[in-house]
């Protein structure tokens, strides 16, 4: 192909670029994810149960428009600017504009359409997102097709996320509380700048990543058939185990953050302590960042989730039965876990590519878009599950949402049960799954490249 001739070969620039990517979504919809639900409790009053229900309701129908988006962007063809990119360069702005308006403070208006409200502003925003992040999960699998540097974009990508999650854990409880309180206008004012910010990190990622592995086109006329390959797709065991367990993982993962400020707040009795755990995670960032890559080529990325989490897990369920009420000491096991459980996080995206391959291994064809698509709709699911069950489960313990109110001995101990529980469940069911249903070994995995390359080299010569 006379475009590919003329791409220049793949660098540390495509690597930096995918962080950003990864960064740019990552400051809208974490920050979302962080303090959207925290923002309609205690900043517009609104019952947790109703919360919840109204999370779980949009996430799942987002959830579903992710494969729908998939074959839209699989059936189209390449353009100039690729087949990936000009997705993320135009829809990353009006999703700028929906995260913001996300915030306003509605708290006065009648309760009814302050649901309303709540309800358009959330599925318009996750309609764009998925308009922006299908397309740039999808981008990796085109932008290399070698082992090494695929797992390079992984580790990568989730740098950006980890960026992301140090400074806002850091910056969040100091600058978005006063005397422990939640502050309506600093949470609109954060969302903008992270509006912002997420919109030129995205419009980097398309200047600065390029795609180079040539997708071929259907021949003309031909329809993607979307349910024959959604057939082919329930039989790829290797994206089945990377969706479930992902899928478990995210749901224990994102339990626990939503409930990681009510932790701090009540259990250890100031939420700014929680910005202390944000800068002991820039050291826990740079040593997953720099060990996961050699872990993974020593033992394999399925070896080395399964031996990691595992870990994190049996810490995690002592700690149900042993609270610890020094929040520094909790501080430091959280982020000795974060480090065996991070290899589930940073190598998710290059297994995700595996599962890609060994879609194409079965099939012969990629169909990238649908088959992470298909995937993406997993992680949405498990979104809508988890940011409901954050909001059912402090309504189940009786968490009291008044301005100002200190919760009961029985709320605060109910929070710590909740939070170490989930974490070991999660975790715990998500490695089993993982040993299990994943069939892509690293002995596996360097079989399955090896047949890819001299089949597409047979098509080559052809």
């Known amino acids: 192909m006379d475009q590919k001739k003329t791409v220049r070969p793949f660098s540390m620039k495509d690597k930096i670029g995918y962080t950003l990517g990864d960064l740019g979504c990552c400051f809208t919809e ?43 962007v699989d059936s189209r063809k390449a353009t100039k600017g690729g087949k990936f990119i000009p997705w993320i360069r135009a829809f990353s702005f009006p999703m700028a504009v929906l995260c913001i308006l996300g915030f306003v403070n509605v708290g006065n208006i009648n309760y009814g359409l302050r649901l309303a409200y709540m309800f358009v502003t959330y ?13 740039f999960g999808t981008l990796s699998s085109v932008m290399t097709d070698d082992v090494s540097q695929r797992t390079a974009l992984s580790r990568y990508r989730s740098l950006g996320g980890t960026i992301f999650m140090t400074v806002m854990v850091m910056i969040g409880p100091l600058f978005l509380y006063v005397d422990n309180k939640p502050v309506a206008g600093r949470f609109l004012m954060l969302a903008c700048i992270c509006a912002m910010l997420g919109l030129l990190c995205l419009q980097i990622t ?12 259907r021949p003309q ?30 749901i224990g993962a994102s339990v626990v953050n939503g409930l990681n400020t009510y932790l701090y707040k009540d259990f250890f009795g100031n939420v700014k302590i929680q910005a202390v755990s944000g800068m002991l995670s820039v050291l826990y960032a740079v040593l997953s960042f720099a060990i996961t890559q050699p872990l993974a080529n020593k033992f394999g990325k399925k070896e080395w989730c399964c031996m990691g989490a ?74 809508a599950i988890s940011g409901s069950l954050s909001s059912f489960v402090l309504g189940a313990i009786g968490y009291n949402v008044t301005a100002g109110a200190v919760q009961t001995a029985g709320v605060v101990n109910a929070i710590w049960k909740s939070y170490t529980g989930v974490y070991f469940l999660g975790y715990g069911i998500a490695v089993a799954i ?27 010569s052809k």
């Open 123 to 135: 599925v318009l925003y996750e309609a764009l997102y998925t308009c922006v992040n299908v397309p």
């Open 30 to 72: 974490q920050y979302r994810a962080m303090y959207l639900s925290i923002f309609y409790t205690l900043i517009l009053q609104v019952n947790p149960f109703h919360v919840g229900i109204l999370l779980l309701v949009t996430k799942i129908w987002d959830a579903v428009n992710d494969p729908i988006i998939g074959a839209i």
């Open 221 to 250: 006329g031909e329809k993607l058939n979307y349910l024959h390959v959604l057939k082919e797709i329930s039989h790829n065991k290797a994206l089945l185990g990377v969706m479930f367990f992902s899928l478990t993982g995210m």
């Open 434 to 460: 993982l040993f299990f249903v994943y069939p892509l070994t690293k002995q596996k995995t360097a079989e399955m490249l090896t047949e890819l390359k001299t089949r597409r080299a047979a098509k080559e």
């Open 310 to 383: 595992g870990f994190a897990a049996i810490v995690f369920g002592i700690l149900f039965f042993f609270p610890v009420h020094n929040p520094v000491v909790f501080i430091v096991i959280n982020g000795i876990c974060y480090l065996g459980a991070s290899g589930m996080q940073v190598l998710i995206w290059a297994m995700v590519n595996d599962a890609i391959d060994y879609h194409e291994l079965q099939t012969g064809e990629r169909n990238e878009g649908i088959v992470y698509s298909t995937y993406s709709f997993f992680r949405k699911l498990a979104s």
């Open 206 to 217: 398309c200047v600065w990543c390029k795609e180079r592995v040539e997708v071929p086109e």
